[in-house]
């Protein structure tokens, strides 16, 4: 009997169309922007403030951008409850689950546009700032944790403790990875400022990402690594577009993720891992030269949060199961 896999494209195939339409889909979004509404914007007030939002949001912007945001974020949490439950194994080719799963986020990035195009606001009306920047912190750390038992924390040194929550984590991140991303999604509004197309561009693969669920490009390690790093890019170039002198911070911070732990993971040769530290080391004298050395702490405060965060994380993980175990095996003896 003929497998029906066997006539769906692969997983590899798809991520390559995957990355193009993303590429189109944000040029899209920059030449559509003088079709939409351009609402009076009040003044930027400040880090805390996000600037672009409605000074009088009515009850047809809120409702579009929740509206949005919980159907989209529905039917992805939807998708990853029926994968688990029909249990699916990992494969070269596409599910047809994949198929619904990339036809439906295109359909969310067209719906998302349209309700920026007339109601213009996001979820930013009614959320704050930080709590956009704080998921996807979550999820980077995650993934720290996740990746730990595959290429180590520390320049290739693994954690024991963090074996469990790892094992935890690989579990359910799929429904906090997609929280993370549609919630971001819908938080901002789709604007084609330098800023917000570089982001949404970033969102459309990190939502691929998610899509491509059980196929062997999800687990592709080069493509995880390129998710992981592009928020070098996408911190640097942001900062950099605002005019914003802590760039540097961005830049040397994610950078630095990567030396320590993110090349690990790649089967690079011991040479070249000295190679991209030499050209960090290099790097940092150069601008810092100039910026002045006084400044050079800001390197490691990135680093320092999302590692003191896995750690964080993985504790009170590793706790938790400790504590569930504890009260299972009450239950058992009490039964007994």
Not at 76 to 83: D, V
Not at 177 to 195: D, L, R, V
Not at 310 to 324: E, H, M
């Amino acid at each position: 009997m003929m497998n029906p896999m066997q006539n769906l494209p692969s997983a590899k195939h798809a991520l390559i169309v995957a990355i193009v339409s993303a590429g189109l889909l944000t040029l899209a979004i920059h030449l559509l922007r003088p079709f939409a509404v351009s609402p009076a914007l009040l003044p930027d007030a400040g880090a805390a403030w996000y600037y672009w939002k409605l000074p009088n949001p009515d009850f047809m912007s809120r409702f579009t951008a929740w509206g949005g945001y919980i159907l989209h974020q529905v039917f992805m949490w939807g998708l990853i409850l029926y994968a688990q439950r029909s249990g699916l194994k990992y494969s070269k080719k596409l599910h047809p689950l994949n198929y619904l799963a990339l036809l439906g986020t295109l359909g969310f990035i067209i719906l998302h546009w349209v309700q920026s195009a007339i109601w213009y606001d996001g979820l930013a009306q009614d959320t704050s700032v930080f709590s956009s920047q704080g998921s996807v912190i979550v999820l980077l750390v995650m993934v720290l944790v996740m990746e730990n038992n595959r290429r180590g924390l520390f320049w290739g040194k693994k954690i024991p403790m963090m074996d469990e929550p790892g094992r935890v984590f690989k579990r359910y991140h799929g429904y906090v990875f997609a929280w993370a991303t549609i919630y971001t999604f819908w938080f901002h509004p789709m604007e084609n400022s330098s800023g917000h197309l570089v982001g949404f561009f970033y969102m459309f693969l990190l939502m691929t990402q998610g899509a491509l669920m059980f196929t062997n490009m999800h687990v592709n390690k080069y493509w995880k690594a390129t998710l992981e790093v592009f928020v070098l890019f996408h911190g640097t170039a942001v900062a950099f577009m605002l005019g914003q002198e802590i760039w540097p911070m961005f830049f040397f911070g994610f950078f630095g993720m990567f030396i320590i732990t993110q090349m690990h993971g790649l089967g690079l040769k011991e040479h070249t891992k000295w190679f991209f530290l030499a050209v960090y080391l290099i790097a940092m004298v150069v601008i810092y030269s100039d910026r002045g050395f006084g400044m050079i702490n800001e390197i490691v405060r990135i680093p320092f949060i999302e590692y003191l965060l896995a750690f964080v994380f993985a504790c009170v993980t590793w706790f938790a199961l400790k504590l569930v175990g504890g009260v299972k095996k009450r239950r058992i003896s009490t039964r007994a």
